[in-house]
Nanobody
Framework: QVQLVESGGGVVQAGGSLRLSCTAS????????MGWYRQAPGKQRELVAV???????NYTDSVKGRFTVSRDNAKNTVYLQMRSLKPDDTAVYYC????????????????WGQGTQVTVSS
């Protein structure tokens, strides 16, 4: 089995910064994409940022220039550095990872963390 554990959420004032971390553990042969999603109350879960194993990244428009996604492949960890936070960034943030558990698996399966709350006060 594969587990993802997030950390780093909290309460911050508008304009402040937070850094989220997410580490994958368990039966892991390789990880392709790792990403961050968020879900605000009453809204659908949306993609925030994704990073591939080769380092290429993609961001949703609302966070471009403010958020930076990175990863440490040796630690199976993905980070989300969030700057210039706005009240609209308030949400539960979830990480995910596309994992092959053994070399015999042909496809990647997506695993999710439990989520971490980010609250931005105005």
């Amino acid at each position: 089995q594969v587990q993802l554990v997030e950390s780093g959420g909290g309460v911050v004032q508008a304009g402040g910064s937070l850094r989220l971390s997410c580490t994958a553990s368990g039966s892991i042969f390789s990880i392709n994409a790792m990403g961050w999603y968020r879900q605000a109350p009453g809204k659908q879960r949306e993609l925030v940022a994704v990073i591939l194993s080769v380092g290429s990244t993609n961001y949703t428009d609302s966070v471009k220039g403010r958020f930076t996604v990175s990863r440490d492949n040796a630690k199976n960890t993905v980070y989300l550095q969030m700057r210039s936070l706005k009240p609209d960034d308030t949400a539960v943030y979830y990480c995910n990872a596309d994992v092959r558990r053994t070399r015999y698996e042909r496809t990647y399966a997506r695993y999710w963390g439990q989520g971490t709350q980010v609250t931005v006060s105005s």
